[in-house]
């Protein structure tokens, strides 16, 4: 039998998991992905909150309808010349009798530009539910006991995908206008560059993107140093008296509730 | 049965655990084991807390405790007192000294007596019980007798003198709700403490 045995319920539990999505706050990340035949350029940053929690035997957290809420940021280089056409103006020649045809130049205008879109930002929140696996480790000078993911789930995206797709078919006309000369051809561009800007590309970029966050997600449930105070020092011959947690376990208990368990063996520091 | 029972969170330390504490306790502060009069301890320090000598006639005393060792409900032990439930009990060795005068004042002399220390060796075996007040949990001495000891008032006098000094003892061993639940969350206690199985049990949700 341990020394102290701190159990807490599935509510209280819960307030802990709450208190631990705060603690960890919003986590950044940037990089580049495919985005269709494009190379995109991205930054994102998400942080976690809410959901219902249902501990397990023997050491399962299950946290329902946990929301990730996210800001993703998507530019891209975009080079018309594989899209559209090059503008000329072809050679013409006029015959003379009795004498060379005069011919003018073939006149093309210069290479189509390659034109920076975006970043297009979006914010969203997306719902999941998954199971955490309770962890106690010694850290340094602390005691941790975290939750951490077991298995990345599958997000639903393709409706946050959509609005990205819209957003981004906004950014390319509207980088397009800057063009010259592109009036004719503007909406065989935009038709053709968003054929390949779908659902499913950005699907394709978004879901690594927020699977980053979800690699390895743990929550800090309990953290507290090893030596802990307990009564402070209250002059020159009562010095500060202190414990040491030398061993720390966590588990789900059941009984009528299903109980997180921590057990503790403790010595005077 | 749940451990949590109505509340949001349970802990329950056992008597190993109990004891850590009051180990931490005098580990830190051995004063609290060693009181005696100015003849004995001419300073309280971190080691030994001065004490009046009993008036009128400067009766000079010393009494040193070994550190008590707590049996929470059911006996373990076998202490003089065995605890009932939602009680503990514990068993102190006690060496009480008595600086007896054996010469006169003299004038002639330094004009300080000179005292000779004479000790016996008691079992003080006390009972008490659990109190949360406000967030920390405060041992209560309930009962107090000296073991083996003839006729039983002198046993009685002794009793009721060292029954103030472990009270005086335990007083300042406070074990607050936060080092109880090793520091989980911010807690708002719930109800009292109850000793059973070897375990003192304390409820609180976090806040």
Known sequence: MSDIQVAVDEVQAGQLVSDAQALLGTQSRSGSGSLGPFTASWSASAGFSGGSVDLRAPDIVRISNMNMNFTVGIGLSIDLNDFLPRLCIPRICIPIPFLPDICTPRICLPPWPTIPVGPVNHSGTVNFTTDFRLLASQSGSNWNVAIQIVNIPSLSLDAISALIVTGLIGAVSLALLAVPFIGPLLALAVATIGAVIGVAAVTGLLGPILGLFLNGLSFDVYQQPQVQQVLPNMGPNDPAVSIRISALSAQVLVSDEDELVLDADIVPA | ?207
Not at chain 2, 34 to 44: C, D, E, I, K, L
Request: contains cysteine.
């Open chain 2, 1 to 207: 049965m749940s451990l949590t029972q109505t509340s949001g969170v349970f802990a329950g330390v056992h008597e190993d655990g109990i004891n850590d504490f009051v180990t931490a306790f005098f580990n830190s502060r051995p004063r609290y084991l060693r009181w005696g009069s100015p003849a004995f301890v001419p300073a309280t320090s971190i080691s030994e807390t001065r004490i009046p000598a009993i008036p009128p006639f400067n009766i000079e005393y010393l009494v040193e405790l070994e550190q008590p060792r707590l049996d929470l409900y059911p006996d373990t032990f076998g202490f003089g007192l065995p605890p009932g439930r939602n009680q503990f009990s514990l068993e102190i060795k006690v060496k009480l000294t008595v600086g007896c005068q054996s010469k006169p004042r003299d004038p002639k002399d330094d004009n300080i007596p000179r005292v000779e220390p004479i000790s016996t060796d008691l079992v003080l075996c006390a009972r008490g019980h659990f109190e949360r007040q406000a967030s920390e949990l405060v041992l209560i001495v309930d009962d107090v007798v000296i073991k083996d000891i003839r006729p039983e008032s002198l046993g009685v006098v002794l009793s009721c003198m060292l029954r103030m000094i472990v009270q005086e003892m335990l007083r300042d061993l406070r074990i607050p709700y936060r080092s109880v639940f090793i520091g989980i969350g911010t807690l708002a206690p719930v109800g009292g403490i109850t000793i059973d199985n070897d375990t003192a049990s304390a409820f609180a949700n976090i806040v």
